[in-house]
């Protein structure tokens, strides 16, 4: 008999129903020529055994054994899945899989993904006893018609690749069993500020960091209401900044989870600056502290999507704040530990009790009382999983910023590995472009593409998605003029006038004395090149930008040799997909309902971002870190 092919995922909408319905409906050969009628003593299955496989956490495999007309003996195989949740259901699936002699069986409430896979798997397994073959998409009928990136060296180099320190085999020989209230894994902004926070609440804190050193990557902290913003008279109208919130993650975030951030993030800031020490004098905000010494909106106008004016600049280096910092821990009686990875969490009875972390003797399990605190930071150098969680074009990076090399992505492993549930994929990442001046931009056609006054991440987004992921900005003789033009409270804050003319016109730069002699190094067609200029030149000669709605006031022309063209490409600073949380930061099992014990903060949390970082919602990231920081030290203490 010929096999009849159907898709396989017809076949597993319509066949989890049992194997007499499949008779029934006229499928097997054992039907009589009358469609209407059956034989139930005929033929139904191929004898024999027969192995379907499915994704569940990890791999489920259902082996199932077929007499002509029963299935006679069930094996479900879920060694892959968390051992508490798929491990534990996998008996009970198998004893359903054989009373109902069909997939078409309940799953097991907690344990969805173990219970769908088994079904699908099961599935399988009754259709080639069916002889019923199910068609899979072969690889090459997948096509991509995007052309590809011309430069992934980012994620590709070996020297991006950290060490990853999740063991995912269970650990059961310790060199010593240590009791705390709380475990923080990770010595970022984010684990600084929770294990302060707790030893302040009179909590027995020990903070692990797999580093040798503790990180604070930036001199800024966001807030709306702090006592800086106070300072300088700025007021923001909240609603509009989460409507802001909310349209940038496509409304893929938690919307309590950012109303929990407007909440408390002004307290927490205030707390943060009080460690710090220094006088409110000499605090300017990010806008405010260079040029425009009197720019007090809330938003910077000009830009498409608004700039918020919620960042602080703070009057000292980073180095000088983890000095800091890390003296307050100190102080707060926390013992912490450097290079001493956390490895596994510990869970019974569906709770986590505790962590496993790695020291040069040996490991050492950590039982907590109150909790474990997932700061581990993101996973920059885990090209494994940079390739499996996020956007092939959002890879196509010069590099990244973020030089821990630390951070490869155990805080989220070991928590999937007890169940916890992921943003969905693709995770976005926390783009720049090389660039940070609104300078024109064309890309390889020599065309411009976009309003280069927008959001960093926008205009990332929109290099990237040019082909080859990449574009030349372009000034000439009058670049320093050029500058004057495009200087704001947003475009002019991070360095002096001076910077930014260096860079546009270094020996990176392709220098010509014609735009056609230009075009020809840049690669890029001339005519269109040409055109793309004059008709630049003549809107700014209108004061409008009528293709793209850059900002009048800040247009300038391009029209005094030599000219300039220099190369450019998105780059990272970090990755911003992590654990799904509730607005009290505990982890999400796949199930929606919190995981006990399990705390995540930092760029190891999700629940906020998604497609993007929302860059114009300026400061955000340094600044959740320390208010959820702050915040679960408050949660703990309560339990």
């Known amino acids: 008999m010929e096999k009849e092919k159907v898709s396989r995922r017809q076949f597993l909408r319509n066949t989890a129903i049992g194997a007499v319905g499949v008779a029934a409906a006229g499928f097997l050969g054992g039907c009589s020529s009358d ?39 069930v094996k479900v ?86 060490e990853v320190a999740f063991v995912s085999a269970p650990i059961t020989d310790f060199v010593r069993t240590v009791n705390v209230d709380v475990l923080v894994c990770g010595q970022g902004p984010a684990g600084m500020a929770s294990a302060l926070a707790c030893a302040e609440k009179g909590l027995k804190v020990t903070a692990v960091e797999k580093g040798k050193n503790p990180t604070w990557r930036s001199a800024t902290m966001g807030a709306f209401n702090d006592r ?21 993650c496509s409304y893929r975030g938690s919307q309590e989870i950012y109303q929990q951030y407007i ?17 409110d004098e000499e605090y300017f905000l990010t806008f405010n502290a260079g040029d425009f010494r009197d720019f007090d909106a809330a938003y910077d106008e000009l830009s498409l999507s608004r700039s918020w004016n919620t960042s602080i600049n703070i009057p000292i280096p980073a180095p000088e704040i983890i000095a800091v910092m890390q003296q307050r821990i100190a102080d707060a009686g926390v013992e912490v530990l450097f290079n001493t990875p956390v490895v596994q969490l510990v869970r019974e009875g569906g709770k ?33 999983k940079l390739n499996a969680c996020c956007r092939p074009r959002d890879l196509a990076l010069s590099g990244w910023m973020n030089g821990t090399k630390t951070n490869t992505g155990d805080g989220h492993e070991m928590a999937k590995a007890v169940g916890a549930m992921e943003d969905e994929y693709p995770h976005p990442l926390m783009l720049d472009p090389q660039q940070l001046m609104p300078f024109l931009r064309v890309n390889k056609s020599g065309k411009r593409f976009t309003a280069e006054y927008e959001a960093y991440n926008h205009l990332s987004n929109a290099i990237q998605s040019q082909p080859g992921a990449y574009d030349y900005y372009i000034v000439d003789a009058n670049c320093p003029a050029i500058v004057d033009k495009i200087w704001t409270p947003s475009s ?45 030149n003549a809107m700014c000669e209108a004061g409008e ?20 063209a220099t190369k450019e490409m ?31 903060i930092g760029n190891v949390s999700g629940s906020m971002f998604s497609g993007t970082y929302p860059h114009n919602q300026n400061c955000l990231s340094h600044s959740r870190c320390v208010t959820f920081g702050y915040n679960v030290a408050k949660t703990l203490a309560a339990r």
């Open 35 to 73: 469609a209407g009628s059956t034989n139930p003593g005929a033929a139904v299955y191929k004898p024999g055994t027969y192995t379907g496989t499915a994704k569940g956490m990890g791999q489920v495999t259902v082996t199932m054994t077929f007499s002509e007309t029963a299935i006679t003996d």
């Open 77 to 162: 195989d879920c060694a892959n899945e968390t051992a508490e949740i798929g491990g534990a259901a996998a008996s009970g699936l198998q004893e359903a899989l054989m009373a109902a002699q069909s997939a078409e069986i309940d799953g097991v409430s907690g344990a969805t993904m173990t219970s769908d896979a088994v079904k699908e798997a099961a599935a399988s397994c009754i259709n080639q006893a069916l002889g019923i073959a199910v068609a899979a998409a072969e690889p090459a009928d997948i096509h991509n018609p995007y052309p590809s990136c011309e430069d992934l060296s980012a994620v590709n180099a070996a020297t991006n690749s950290g």
């Open 228 to 248: 800086i913003h106070k300072k300088f008279g700025v007021t923001f109208d909240m609603k509009q900044w989460l409507d802001d919130a909310m349209i940038n």
């Open 263 to 279: 909440n408390t993030c002004d307290e927490a800031v205030n707390w943060f600056l009080d460690k710090l020490a220094l006088k």
């Open 352 to 384: 986590v009790t505790g962590a496993v972390v790695k020291t040069e003797q040996g490991y050492v399990k950590y039982q907590t009382a109150k909790g474990v605190v997932l700061a581990t930071g993101g996973y920059e150098f885990n090209p494994v």
């Open 492 to 536: 002019g804050c991070y360095a002096p006038k001076e910077v930014w003319i260096a860079a546009a016109t270094s020996d990176k730069a392709l220098v010509a004395n014609t735009l056609e002699e230009l075009a020809g190094k840049m690669g890029v067609d001339v005519d269109a090149f040409a055109a793309t200029i004059k008709r630049w």
């Open 545 to 564: 930008d009528t293709d793209f709605h850059f900002p009048g006031k800040m247009m300038h022309k391009i029209d005094t040799a030599p000219f300039y």
């Open 570 to 600: 998105a780059e990272a600073l970090c990755t911003a997909g992590g654990l799904q949380i509730t607005p009290r930061s505990e982890v999400m099992a796949t199930d929606g309902q919190a995981i006990p014990g399990l705390y995540a």
